[in-house]
Nanobody, 117 residues
């Protein structure tokens, strides 16, 4: 069992920045594919970014060039630096941990990000 706890959400003006963090329990954090997903009201949850154990990254087209995902295996954390935020980035952001080549994955409780003037 893996417990994920997100932090760093909040209200920010368009063009601003936020940094989300996710702390994970468990001794095998380094093998997980870590990811950030988001869900806006009335919409399905969507992928934002993922990072593998080897630090290969993947981003949704809508956030490329603005968001950066990173991980610190020594601290069992994954972060999402979000710059040039837009109102359409408003959503609940969820941290996800997935065991490669299995269907085993875990979700955090989510953190609200609101981009509004």
């Amino acid at each position: 069992q893996v417990r994920l706890v997100e932090s760093g959400g909040g209200l920010v003006q368009p063009g601003g920045s936020l940094r989300l963090s996710c702390a994970a329990s468990g001794s095998i954090f380094s093998i997980y594919i870590m990811g950030w997903y988001r869900q806006a009201p009335g919409k399905q949850r969507e992928l934002v970014a993922t990072i593998t154990s080897g630090r290969s990254t993947n981003y949704a087209d809508s956030v490329k060039g603005r968001f950066t995902i990173s991980r610190d295996n020594a601290k069992n954390t994954v972060s999402l630096q979000m710059n040039s935020l837009k109102p359409e980035d408003t959503a609940v952001y969820y941290c996800n941990a997935a065991v490669p080549n299995t269907r085993e994955h875990y979700w955090g409780q989510g953190t609200q990000v609101t981009v509004s003037s």
